[in-house]
């Protein structure tokens, strides 16, 4: 059973392009939660998905992030009109339903230049 | 609006020492607590899992306690190795078991050989 993939691993973009971020969570598991560690700081809760459904985004930026988990296939957290402050590692996590542990993945490390 | 609090920032120590991590959450009404370890450029790895209503769980040289009234949460290492150098972080989860982990901004561990 492989763990929660996260890819890519690494991610360069240029101020103002799209980045999308992808996470296949565990075999069997249906809920997804995103997370953002900014250098030198602690992970920050974002958003908190089932599928097709987003269940709490009260750690999301208003303006352009967004994130979906659709029936099949990954999740997806979208960043539009990249910004330097958005160099940071994400997190996605995932765990069967309502259980108490979460299983993390290695985390996609964005730099925008 | 719960925070999580972990000292020291960091530590260094001679291999072969036990010592204890901390960590202080401002709100009791807490569902888990969990400890991680993070290596530099890596994922999250869960080491020990605290249930709201259990006092302490052990791994292998790992002791990890839970006092809810007061908000803290101990991490005792024995008998540190160098390969235990990582970044330890501390997680609470809500009450209401949304899946959500507060984070603290964790410490980071040097043993020494």
């Known amino acids: 059973n492989a763990g929660v993939m996260q890819n890519p691993r690494h991610l360069v973009r240029r101020r103002g392009q799209e980045a999308r971020l992808r996470c296949s969570p565990m075999?069997?598991?249906?809920?997804v939660y995103w997370y953002r560690q900014l250098p030198e700081e602690g992970l920050k809760f974002m958003v908190y998905?089932?599928?097709?459904?987003?269940?709490?985004e009260s750690g999301m930026p208003k303006e352009r992030f967004s994130a979906e988990f659709p029936k099949e296939g990954p999740s997806i957290l979208r960043i539009q009109q990249v910004v330097r402050g958005d160099s940071a590692a994400y997190f996605c996590?995932?765990?069967?339903?309502?259980?108490?542990?979460?299983?993390f993945g290695q985390g996609t490390r964005l730099t925008v230049v | 609006k719960q925070e999580v609090t972990q000292i020291p920032a960091a530590l260094s120590v001679p291999e072969g020492e036990n010592l204890v991590l901390n960590c202080s959450f401002t709100?009791?009404?807490?569902?888990?607590l969990q400890w991680f370890r993070q290596d530099p450029g890596k994922g999250l790895t869960s080491l020990l899992l605290?249930?709201?209503?259990?006092r302490e769980q052990t791994s292998g040289r790992l002791n990890a306690s839970l006092d809810k009234s007061s908000g803290r949460s101990t991490l005792y290492i024995a008998a540190s190795q160098p390969g235990d150098s990582a970044t330890y972080l501390c997680?609470?989860?809500?009450?209401?078991?949304?899946?959500?982990?507060?984070f603290g901004q964790g410490t980071t561990l040097q043993v020494k050989p």
């Open positions: 075999k069997g598991h249906s809920h």
């Open positions: 709100d009791s009404a807490i569902y888990n």
């Open positions: 605290i249930q709201s209503s259990q």
């Open positions: 998905l089932q599928k097709e459904n987003i269940i709490d």
């Open positions: 996590a995932s765990s069967p339903e309502r259980a108490p542990e979460a299983f």
């Open positions: 997680a609470v989860q809500g009450s209401s078991n949304t899946g959500k982990l507060i």
